[in-house]
């Protein structure tokens, strides 16, 4: 937690719009004196040209003066399954909050295909392509299995049939119970709700909160495993995880948060076995 960090944080070692310089970066040159000792920022702009969704050097928090997100940077290409990891409390909800307008960017940009959408609401973002599971309470207890999918939607219901089909092609349990109270249902099928009712639109774009917590381990495996589908039908997911080495399995890319910023990103294998990232963040369970 950074809250020392004043909202008016100056540059550190690079212009605004940073990016507009990606190709005479060389992302191999020295370093330039950033807080953190990886290489994320220029590795960012070089390599999130023409990402479908980007996030520049994001600053934002709950309450004036306080910071949560200190230039976070993110960015995934049109079909990529990108994993964020990082201690609790490093800002990764944050993170996905500011992406879908709930959380108020004060500096930096989130582009989706290059179009400007810095803090519009969900509900704009959603008509946009965006769709977003939260951490907690991501389905409505008291309404059914069916009810929880039109509410997914409800911008625009003439496509239910036609999107619970879909859905339902990948999680069968919600066609079979759909007349079930989403509150009966176990942690796992709530996710599988939870996930569905985010698809009901249709999202080019899929932010998902620790789908995973809670559950058992062979539940958490099959929620690995629908990600994995999901992405497979041309979804681009943007996944936080609290189980970091199965999240580093199946990303095709990851970042390592730490106090609102990105301390390390690489392809899912790099981040598993650099040394830094296994001592600092992955701990015990990478030498399981
Ligand atoms: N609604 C809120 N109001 C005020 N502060 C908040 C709020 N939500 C989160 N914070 C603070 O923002 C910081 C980052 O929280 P965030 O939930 O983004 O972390 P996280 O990386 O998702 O952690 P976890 O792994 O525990 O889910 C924490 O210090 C937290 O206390
Ligand atoms: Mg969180």
Redesign the pocket.
């Known amino acids: 937690?950074n809250f020392s960090e004043p909202s008016d944080l100056p540059e550190i070692d690079s212009p605004d719009g940073a990016h507009e310089f990606e190709s005479e970066i060389d992302i191999n040159a020295t370093q330039h004196s950033h807080a953190t000792p990886a290489t994320p920022a220029q590795l960012h702009a070089a390599e999130s040209v023409d990402a479908l969704i980007k996030a520049d050097k994001l600053i934002a928090g709950?309450?004036p003066g306080v910071n949560?997100l200190n230039d976070a940077d993110l960015y995934a290409h049109e079909g990529e399954l990108v994993g964020i990891i990082?201690p609790?409390?490093?800002?990764?909800?944050?993170l996905l909050k500011a992406l879908f307008g709930l959380v108020r960017v004060n500096s930096g940009s989130v582009t989706l295909r290059d179009e400007d959408i810095t803090n519009l609401r969900a509900d704009q973002l959603v008509r946009r392509g965006v769709g977003f599971v939260p951490?907690n309470n991501n389905v409505f207890p008291t309404l059914t299995i069916e009810e929880n999918m039109q509410m997914g939607a409800f911008q625009d219901p003439k496509s239910f049939p036609e999107r619970f089909d879909a859905v339902v092609d990948l999680f069968p349990t919600l066609g079979t119970r759909r007349k079930q109270r989403a509150g009966s249902l176990s942690g796992g099928e709530r996710q599988m709700v939870a996930m569905g009712r985010a698809l009901m639109m249709a999202p080019s774009v899929l932010l998902l909160d620790?789908p995973s917590a809670g559950l058992s381990p062979a539940l958490q495996d099959e929620v690995f495993i629908r990600v994995k589908e999901i992405n497979a039908t041309g979804v681009t997911v943007i996944i936080?995880e609290?189980n970091a080495a199965r999240c580093l399995q199946i990303v095709d890319r990851g970042y390592v948060?730490d106090q609102g910023q990105n301390a390390y990103t690489g392809t899912g294998s790099a981040l598993a076995n650099d040394p830094k990232v296994i001592e600092l963040y992955l701990g015990t369970l990478a030498k399981a």
């Open positions: 937690m709950y309450f949560i990082g609790n409390g490093a800002g990764k909800s944050t951490q620790e936080v609290q948060m």
